[in-house]
């Protein structure tokens, strides 16, 4: 059987699930229950992925959580996949049956893509679905608020406009037009205005796509700078921390979780937002300080918030956010549906199929 070394990680054990006879059931029942949403008979969506799959199937899969752990398996390993683990020369060097090395994403500074080519190893990127659902979900959130749409949600009567504080009072049509019947204020377009990125990594950068497309300004920060060949690319401008809050109309949360991070957003980071500005956070809802959060939105200076990433999930009913009226919460679905990740997975190991019938 061919050895495949896999970066730990709760997305890509499913590698092992798919292909490693001696994965445990219990890991199995799991991703049948994960994955049962949209893929109720997932033991039928397996056998149908391992029939696809003659070269890799079946296959021994070493998850490894460290740099130490994967050279430590390199040596007898065919394929590496990895999300954030480098493969330089350095692993190159000790991998002698390395035939093939996937980064599962696309932004690949941690793979020596030259230094396999050299080697003839192929080393493939994967633009995963699941992020580019992501981005659609940011971009839903975006249009979300700048629409007001929970609001205006079904306030199409005279009734339901007068339960809502709106009542009905009709324009005079002789001289104007009847648009906005129900005269909702604060209605927003992002033509024109201002995104700010937190962070610029794989999400990210779906969402500056998409919200070029809308026609908006896109600023960013990380903590280090992108070349200006990807910043035309992708059409945004690099900005520090504290003009990213003082710029952005919508500011946007995509930098991962971590001690260092968490509370990053915090009440001096709030108060340098622009009055009435917007933050969407489909990161980790840690990142943004709660307390702080509540008390911008609060009073304002937070003009609203979208999240699709809870402090507690599921949310307990005392959930302070939940009694904002300027706030939408989603239940962490950004990443849409199972059927995502499942041919992201999909269609990396149909690559190396494919290179290994070729070889």
Request: proline residues 4%; glycine residues 8%; charged residues 25%.
């Amino acid at each position: 059987m061919r050895k495949l070394v896999v970066e730990e990680d709760r997305v890509l054990r499913l590698v092992q699930v798919m292909l490693d006879p001696s994965a445990p059931a219990e890991r199995i029942a799991a991703f049948a229950d994960f994955n049962s949403t949209d893929v109720p008979d997932f033991a039928a969506w397996l056998a149908q992925v391992r029939a696809g799959l003659p070269r890799l199937y079946p296959a021994r899969v070493q998850l490894v959580g460290s740099q130490e752990e994967l050279r430590a398996h390199l040596p007898d390993a065919d394929i590496a996949i990895v999300e954030s683990l480098e493969i330089g020369e350095a692993e190159l060097a000790i991998a002698s049956k390395l035939q093939f090395v996937q980064k599962f994403g696309t932004v690949g500074d941690n793979v020596d893509i030259a230094a396999c080519e050299r080697r003839s190893i192929p080393a493939r990127t994967l633009r995963r679905r699941t992020n580019i659902a992501m981005g659609e979900h940011t971009m839903m959130l975006l249009l979300a608020l700048a629409k007001r749409l929970p609001l205006i949600d079904g306030l199409v009567t005279s009734e339901r406009l007068a339960a809502a504080g709106m009542p009905f009072r009709p324009y005079d049509s002789r001289h104007t037009a009847k648009a906005n019947f129900g005269r909702i204020p604060n209605l927003r377009s992002l033509h024109g205005a201002t995104l700010g990125l937190l962070g610029f990594g794989e999400i990210a950068r779906e969402v500056a796509l998409r919200a070029r497309a809308f026609g908006m300004n896109v600023v960013y920060h990380k903590r280090q700078r992108l070349d200006k060949a990807l910043e035309a690319r992708f059409g945004v401008t690099y900005c520090d921390f504290d003009t990213l809050f003082t710029t952005a109309d919508y500011l946007s949360i995509h930098i991962p979780m971590s001690e260092r991070t968490r509370n990053l957003v915090g009440g001096e980071a709030l108060a340098r937002m622009k009055p009435g500005a917007y933050l969407i956070n489909t990161a980790r809802a840690e990142i943004v300080e709660h307390a702080a959060l509540v008390a911008a939105l609060a009073s304002g200076r937070v003009g609203a918030a979208a999240l699709d990433v809870l402090y507690q999930e599921p949310a307990s009913e005392d959930e302070s956010l939940l009694r904002l009226d300027n706030v939408i919460l989603t239940p962490h679905l950004g990443g849409g549906s199972r059927r995502n990740g499942l041919e992201d997975a999909r269609e990396m190991l149909a690559g190396m199929e494919a290179h290994l019938r070729g070889a």
